[in-house]
């Protein structure tokens, strides 16, 4: 159906092709939301469509980018090789089958979903809650993009198979520039600016171009998918119908999916949850008016969360996914086709040389981005964020939840490798009570810090969820291995601990200096950004220089169809914490 791709091909390659397209993908992300606050602010209007937005993002992680792409790539990839199915089906056949299944399950979440949504608006006619009116509005209006994302994901996981890494890596692009462009060209048409006052014109005005945005997220997964069609072509592979939805093949598949999309579920779960408490916890606005108490059996309480938390809370997570995201991902990525091969071997002391080495590589970036972002929180957020419509005081609040987000880096960082350590022994079980007791802690630490911290507590729940998670699984698997060499690994993470304090140290004297700038203009937030960063980075490197803590020089890509296996199997695991 296609020519294998050459040997000489190499996984490092299709490698930095990704991340080229996913550093594109999130400073496009970036931008995307820099130019959506200037415009919406923080508010009603930017809060609901934020959290409608996340419904079908939802469902691309379970099903497009999950569970069931995740178990196809692996048989496709099979049947692929030996021309058929187990069950004696060819290639085509499974996929046209698979495909269909596909569609008929979107389809049923499709409209079933639009019809809670139609019975959740009749229950809310009437009651003048204006925010609740909007999230329902703009969900019923985007489910259909769970059909386009999904879908596309799927083409994406068959280009995978045929070794066409850079379509479906460039495709997530395309709604970035779409939101961008819509934003901008509409802000124009309808004459909005982003100094605009709050009047009752200005945030009906955001409303239609927040609609015209939600059209324009369907738009862009018809994009998402067109752009992948020719490369489709050009590796061979034709669409079929002659596959059957319900066939062994495809029963299968879902065999393997099942348990995966348990696992990816919990796994999202935090997300969701987070959001739904930012939501629930959060200000309304009734008949145009605030509300601020709720009534608990008969008391009224105080709503902890202003207007617009859920909004804040997603831009400061944005600053945390930066490092996470070019880096400790990246990482993993790559060393998880090498733990797979080293976790076959008699005693598996490959296994833990490599398991410490990628832990000490995600701590050697985790640990200064932990402390080098709680430092330059403030600046950053004010000079990316505090325009337009978002305001000092949301700008500020921001920051709060960012610091937070960002002292968890190396506790993410590091869970990016341990949780593949796992699956490299093909254990699933272990990460997912992890991730179950995650939610719980999460929630019980999450909740009560509300009426102190405001939305920043929600922060600091996922901070000490994740701190936590990362050291019991990485306490759980030194037992089970019998040993990775902790007392080793401690010293090379003293060094790094050291480096860090001294970077931290020369990074707080230089803000005390007399030639620091401390004005509060763009200008300013710029310098104070740049030189911060500057001290940081040539003080840590130093550092770990003087320590002899030169860590990535140790990590040898490793090359061959065998680890581009490996690679393909990295989808049938989790892509996000």
């Not at 092709?17 to 939301?33: N, P, Y």
């Not at 469509?49 to 069931?68: C, M």
């Not at 890494?165 to 048409?189: Q, S, T, Y």
């Not at 699984?473 to 060094?495: A, F, P, T, V």
């Amino acid at each position: 159906m296609s020519e294998p791709a050459p040997k000489s091909q190499s996984f490092l390659g299709h490698a930095k092709l990704i991340g080229a397209f996913t550093l594109l993908s999130r400073v496009m992300g970036l931008a995307r939301d820099v130019v959506a606050s200037h415009i919406f602010g923080v508010g009603i209007v930017a809060t609901a469509f934020s959290v409608a937005f996340t419904i079908p993002n939802l469902f691309r992680r379970l099903l497009g980018e999950g569970a069931l792409a995740s178990a196809f790539i692996p048989l496709y990839a099979q049947a692929e090789k030996r021309g058929k199915t187990e069950s004696g089906e060819t290639a085509a056949e499974f996929v046209a089958g698979s495909f269909k299944l596909l569609l008929l399950i979107l389809g049923a979440i499709t409209i079933t979903g639009e019809i809670i949504l139609a019975a959740l608006l009749y229950l809310q006619r009437g009651s003048g809650r204006t925010d609740r009116l909007l999230l329902l509005q703009f969900t019923a209006v985007m489910l259909p993009y769970v059909m386009l994302v999904c879908g596309g994901a799927f083409l994406s996981a068959i280009l995978q198979v045929h070794r066409r890494f850079g379509p479906p890596a460039f495709a997530p692009v395309l709604l970035n520039v779409c939101h961008i462009a819509v934003v901008i060209a509409g802000a124009w048409w309808l004459g909005l600016h982003g100094r605009d006052e709050q009047t009752d014109r200005v945030i009906a005005l955001q409303t239609t171009l927040a609609f015209w945005l939600a059209i324009a997220v369907l738009v862009a997964g018809v994009l998402q998918i067109a752009v992948l069609l020719p490369a489709l072509g050009q590796s061979g592979f034709r669409f079929s119908l002659a596959g059957r939805a319900w066939s062994p093949a495809t029963k299968a598949m879902l065999r393997l999916a099942t348990p995966l999309a348990f696992s990816a579920m919990v796994l999202q779960a935090s997300v969701v949850i987070d959001e739904l408490i930012g939501w629930a916890f959060m200000q309304g606005l009734q008949h145009d008016q605030i509300v601020t108490h709720f009534s608990f059996f008969g008391q009224m309480i105080r709503y902890p969360l202003e207007i617009g938390a859920p909004r804040r809370l997603d831009l400061a997570q944005l600053l945390y996914q930066f490092p996470l995201g070019i880096f400790a991902t990246a990482l993993a990525t790559a060393i998880f086709p090498k733990l797979s091969a080293d976790a076959l071997e008699p005693g598996r002391e490959n296994f833990k040389l490599t398991l410490r080495q990628g832990i000490e590589a995600a701590l050697w970036e985790g640990l200064p981005a932990s402390l080098g972002l709680m430092l330059v929180a403030r600046p950053i957020t004010k000079l990316l964020f505090q325009h337009g419509q978002l305001d000092a005081h949301a700008a500020e609040l921001i920051a709060r939840s960012a610091v937070f987000f960002a002292a968890g880096i190396w506790a993410f960082s590091i869970l990016q490798v341990i949780n593949r350590a796992y699956y490299a022994l093909h254990d699933t079980r272990t990460p997912l009570l992890a991730s179950l007791m995650n939610i719980f802690l999460n929630i019980a630490v999450e909740l009560p810090l509300l009426w102190w911290l405001g939305e920043a507590g929600i922060a600091l729940g996922t901070l000490v969820s994740f701190s936590v998670q990362a050291i019991v699984m990485l306490w759980l698997l030194d037992r089970r291995l019998g040993g990775i060499g902790m007392g080793e690994l401690m010293k090379s993470i003293g060094k790094m601990m050291l480096a860090t304090a001294v970077m931290a140290a020369a990074v707080w004297g230089v803000t005390r200096s007399p030639f620091f700038p401390v004005g509060e203009t763009r200008f300013d937030w710029a310098l104070q950004l740049v030189i911060e960063v500057g001290v940081a980075v040539l003080v840590y490197f130093a550092m770990c220089s003087a320590l002899g803590v030169n860590l990535l020089s140790q990590l040898r890509p490793v090359r061959g169809d065998r680890v581009l296996q490996y690679t393909l199997s990295r989808y049938t695991v989790d892509r996000d914490i």
